[in-house]
Structures are given as structure tokens and as C-alpha cells.
T-cell receptor
């Protein structure tokens, strides 16, 4: 379980405020991912990054933004444009190439916006 | 794009019985199919995976089968134990980029 961290564990924000979720990994993984999980539902991909300074939109990127300035870090900003931001956010990382795509997940951040 | 369906959404079995969860995918380019177990409030953890060049893989009480022609893969858990109770997710990806997850199956193992 070690090697990928997310902070904070719980986050509360007022509607209309942007908020940034942290994700750090020391596994030397090239790829990093952000998922959103709503109660009783599966994981939906927000953004992913295969290399530094490059990232692609997932299925639900609207209202979110990311950056990948360092290999170890992939912060996610939930903007005020996200209509329903309250959810459990999971970050993951994986190596790339050679057919090895196993994802390691962080502990998650539960965001509540009121 | 890829679409992954998963059935059943809930499954209850008696301790010691077997459990089977099935997933179908739509994109024939997908070549990696992992299964994750998520306990309440915790992060998903990989329990087994299979690549498209393999038809079956087994790890102790857990096995996964893949039918590329029919585009479906299944998780088999034998001799279930109470600690197997959790939500299980399947996923599919082509090249480790855009992972698409199924909606999950809540497994309850009854003592």
C-alpha cells in the first residue's frame, strides 16, 4: 500500500471555491490517474498522464484541471465549474510499457462541498 | 470508446461456496483486464489480472478467465470466506491508458 499518498483525507469547501487535491508517488511510475467514485458506483476516470508535462482527459474531465510538472506529483483541481463535486477522489499510478499496467491506488480524499 | 458491464451488482453466498462475477467489454483493442477488491472506505487493491494473450490465470482461491471472441471475462472465487466480503470491480484497458471500470459487485459471504 505504501508509495502513493493523497492529502488531505477529508476536505470541506464552500460552493464556488476551487480546491486542489494532492497526489504524490515515490514508486518511479510514469503514469498517474485521477478517478472519481460516487456512493455505490464504480470508478470514473477524470484525467491521466503518461509522462511529465503531458496529460489527457478521461470520461468526466469537465470542471477539473490537472498538472504534471514532476514525475512524482499529479495534483487535481476541482473548479467551481464542476456541478456536483462532492465525491471520493482516488489517485493511482502505474508503470508503462512491457504489458505491465498494474495500478496502485492512494488512500483517497473525500471531498464535501456545501 | 470502451464500455464495461458487470453482473451481478450484488451477490450473496454461503461461506465455503464459490462466487462468480462476470464482465463484458466492447473494445476489441483492450488487452489488459484487472480485478480489484475494495473494502468499505478503503482504496481498491488489485487481486488478479489477465492479459489478452492468456485464457485463464489462477492464484490460490482466485481465478480469472478471458474469452476474447465473446469479449467477456470472469472472476471465480472458491471456498469463500467472510473476509472475501467486499466490492469487486473489473476493468479494461488497451495499453494502460484509459482504464474503464465496471460498476462493481457487492459480495457478501454469509457465515
Amino acid at each position: 500500500d505504501g508509495g502513493i499518498t493523497q492529502s488531505p483525507k477529508y476536505l470541506f469547501r464552500k460552493e464556488g471555491q476551487n480546491v486542489t487535491l494532492s497526489c504524490e508517488q515515490n514508486l518511479n511510475h510514469d503514469a498517474m490517474y485521477w478517478y472519481r467514485q460516487d456512493p455505490g458506483q464504480g470508478l470514473r476516470l477524470i484525467y491521466y498522464s503518461q509522462i511529465v508535462n503531458d496529460f489527457q482527459k478521461g470520461d468526466i474531465a469537465e470542471g477539473y484541471s490537472v498538472s504534471r510538472e514532476k514525475k512524482e506529483s499529479f495534483p487535481l483541481t476541482v473548479t467551481s465549474a464542476q456541478k456536483n463535486p462532492t465525491a471520493f477522489y482516488l489517485c493511482a499510478s502505474s508503470i508503462t510499457g512491457g504489458g505491465h499496467y498494474e495500478q496502485y491506488f492512494g488512500p483517497g480524499t473525500r471531498l464535501t462541498v456545501t | 470508446g470502451e464500455n464495461v458491464e458487470q453482473h451481478p451488482s450484488t451477490l450473496s453466498v454461503q461461506e465455503g461456496d464459490s462466487a462468480v462475477i462476470k464482465c463484458t467489454y466492447s473494445d476489441s483493442a483492450s488487452n489488459y483486464f484487472p480485478w480489484y477488491k475494495q473494502e468499505l472506505g478503503k482504496r481498491p487493491q488489485l487481486i488478479i489480472d489477465i492479459r489478452s494473450n492468456v485464457g485463464e490465470k489462477k492464484d490460490q482461491r482466485i481465478a480469472v478467465t478471458l474469452n476474447k471472441t465473446a469479449k467477456h471475462f470472469s472472476l471465480h472465487i472458491t471456498e469463500t470466506q467472510p473476509e472475501d466480503s467486499a466490492v469487486y470491480f473489473c476493468a479494461a484497458t488497451g495499453g494502460g491508458q484509459n482504464f474503464v471500470f465496471g460498476p462493481g459487485t457487492r459480495l457478501s459471504v454469509l457465515p
